[in-house]
């Protein structure tokens, strides 16, 4: 689906630079077998291609260009329908397809794997969270919170450690996550790192007990997803209908494949009353707002439903991701996510496009808003900001600095590791 990437105020966004988009493009497969150089190269020639054919980007001072990843991603995929590219098709979505396979594969699978009946293997996961200056207050007490894989299978689930380089109170469990507490005598970067051992489950076992529960899943308003008059008139423009639940799910599947197309989103632009009209006028959603848009459509029909947010568990690439549940009679909780959208490439007959509908691959389960939310604790982002992207030589890094001054606010690091069992 075509849907333009150009806005008013883009520019403002153009902030990151050369290298770190490079850096981006790399494909992570020839990055772990070692091809570092040979694959820097190649997106570099990549990078300047897309600048002829359109990339924006500004010079900094000094006469480095300087881009907007999320403007370059969209781009890519405009480029794709409007000029005919095959960047997105043949390097994107063929990674996208790749790391879906629980074995590293050397190309993209024939067709989707079936994980029925597979046997779950064990990972391990390092989570390493840097706060910069510019997001801390000198002389404070600050509360850190650190994720737990919340569908850790019973029994299988192992904190390997936890650490800080700074002065910390004892860190202590609070059920949805680890919790710690540093003192700061002046600003200095802060970095927090834990480990898990675990076996995933598919989801929580149960909806936290019986009917009753299952209300709060039901609420008009949680976070990005807002049943609003216009997400209400949509519910009943599409027919759906709390009794025949499987049907509407997967009509308001197919609304959301035809219907929208899967990009970057700068949140700046949403408004925080209405989340949801921003994605639904541009007909762009990412994870986190295409799966708000389906919690809010299940919730006006009163289908209950909730955000899901954690991490994949691909070791060659793995990141912080939000998907959804729903919940129906007879089959509990089942998991959707709008990646299928960019898994189809586009295709509206290809078998990837139910992929992830009703199934995913494992998962780190880390939020399940209201009542399981893990956050960063005492550090806030300011009202505008923005990421950028890339693989180091810790795992996959995601880096948030302040829009207007580009100062580094907070990233995280993930890396993944398959293992045969937690010791």
């Known amino acids: 689906m075509l849907h333009d990437y150009r806005y008013p105020d883009a520019p403002r966004y153009r902030n990151v630079p050369e290298a770190k988009i490079v850096r981006f493009l790399c494909s ?20 300047d291609h897309l600048v002829v054919i359109g990339l924006p980007f500004r010079r900094a001072a000094g006469g480095e260009r300087l881009f907007d990843l999320g403007e370059m991603v969209n781009f890519i995929k405009f480029a794709h329908y409007a000029l005919g590219e095959p960047v997105w098709r043949e390097r994107s979505v063929a990674t996208m397809r ?168 700068q949140y700046d632009r949403l408004d925080p009353e209405d989340p949801l009209a921003w994605g639904l006028e541009h007909r762009r959603v990412d994870c986190r707002t295409g799966s708000a848009l389906i919690v809010a459509l299940c919730r006006a029909a009163n289908i209950p439903a909730r955000m899901v947010s954690g991490y994949t568990l691909h070791p060659a690439l793995a990141t912080s991701h939000t998907w959804l549940e729903a919940w129906t009679e007879g089959e509990g909780w089942r998991p959707y996510d709008t990646y299928a959208i960019d898994l189809a490439g586009g295709d509206e007959a290809s078998p990837w496009r139910q992929h992830y509908f009703g199934q995913i691959d494992p998962r780190f389960m880390a939020e399940i808003p209201p009542r399981h939310f893990c956050g960063l604790g005492s550090p806030r982002l300011p009202p505008r900001w923005q990421l950028s992207m890339g693989l180091t030589d810790e795992g ?27 010791r």
């Open 396 to 422: 996959a890094t995601t880096w948030f600095h302040d829009v207007e001054t580009f100062a580094p606010l907070y990233s995280e690091t993930v890396a993944v590791q398959r293992i045969h069992a937690p």
């Open 28 to 47: 992570p497969f020839a990055l772990a077998q070692g091809r570092v150089a040979e694959e820097t190269r190649a997106m570099e020639a990549l990078l």
């Open 98 to 265: 790749r790391l879906t396979l629980r074995e590293d594969a050397a190309a993209e699978p024939a067709e989707p794997p079936d994980y029925t009946g597979l046997p779950t293997p064990a990972y391990a996961v390092t989570i390493t969270r840097r706060f910069s200056p510019h997001a801390l207050r000198p002389g404070a007490v600050l509360r850190l919170n650190m994720p737990k894989p919340l569908n850790a299978a019973h029994g299988s689930h192992r904190l390997v450690w936890l650490r800080t380089d700074g002065a910390v109170q004892e860190p202590y469990d609070e059920g949805s996550r680890y919790c710690l507490k540093v003192r700061l005598d002046a600003p200095s970067e802060t970095v927090v790192a834990l480990r898990h051992e675990f076996t995933p489950g598919q989801t929580l076992t149960a909806p936290d007990g019986g009917e009753t529960d299952l209300r709060r899943y039901l609420h008009p308003t949680e976070g990005l997803a807002v049943v609003t008059p216009q997400i209400a008139t949509l519910a009943k423009r599409l027919d759906l209908d709390a009794a025949d639940a499987p049907r509407s799910l997967k009509t308001i599947w197919d609304y959301v494949f035809h219907e929208l197309s899967f990009g970057f989103i």
